[in-house]
């Protein structure tokens, strides 16, 4: 009887942790809103180059992230930071994807961003723009040891001369022979004013 007892006991136990993580799990419903509200980080620079099946891929993944850390969605709406917990998730998902494939950085640095800016010559083929991001990916994994140090050097480059840039210029000019010069301009003081 007493192994009965213990038996329905254990067994009511296992039932209750069911119960209980069933209702903690969120509903289609809730996991569509979610999706729906990460459209908005869709013109982040690294978000807009992505295609809409990548960008799917990405939200999935954040909304996946999300689900995973807070089970109960009632208790992860009432966060008093609610936002800038989103902001984290999504900042976490960029960076961990540059850190599984630094190609990624396309998405970062697009192409019609690099020629806009005279790193690139216009009309290269997908082949020479692949090249020239697989160039460029090799140059910041032998420059940065972390995807921590790179994201503080992109965080912090606010110049054309910065060690990015002159990273990119190094793979354009040995690819295309696109050298980029830099005019100087000197000017001086009218004799009037001496």
């Avoid at 690099?114 to 690139?120: C, F, N, T």
């Avoid at 840039?165 to 001496?194: H, M, R, S, Y």
């Amino acid at each position: 009887m007493k192994k009965f007892l213990l038996s329905l006991s254990l067994f009511a136990m296992a039932v209750a942790a069911t119960g209980c993580s069933q209702q903690a799990k969120w509903n289609h419903k809730q996991k569509q809103a979610m999706r729906e509200s990460l459209k908005q980080y869709r013109d982040m620079i690294y978000l807009q180059d992505l295609t809409d099946p990548e960008f799917v891929i990405f939200t999935d993944g954040v909304a996946l992230d999300i689900e995973e850390a807070y089970p109960v969605y009632t208790a992860f709406m009432a966060l008093p930071g609610l936002n800038d917990t989103i902001d984290m998730f999504v900042v976490t998902e960029i960076v961990d994807q540059l850190d599984a494939d630094a190609h990624n950085m396309r998405h970062i640095y697009p192409y019609r961003m690099l020629v806009a800016e005279g790193i690139l010559p216009d009309k290269l083929t997908h082949e020479q723009q692949r090249e020239f991001y697989r160039c460029f990916a090799q140059k910041v994994n032998s420059e940065y040891a972390t995807v921590e140090q790179f994201v503080n050097a992109v965080l912090s480059d606010t110049t054309n001369d910065s060690q990015i840039a002159q990273l990119q210029q190094q793979c354009a000019n040995d690819l295309f022979d696109w050298v980029v010069v830099i005019d100087e301009v000197v000017t001086e003081e009218p004799a009037n004013q001496k």
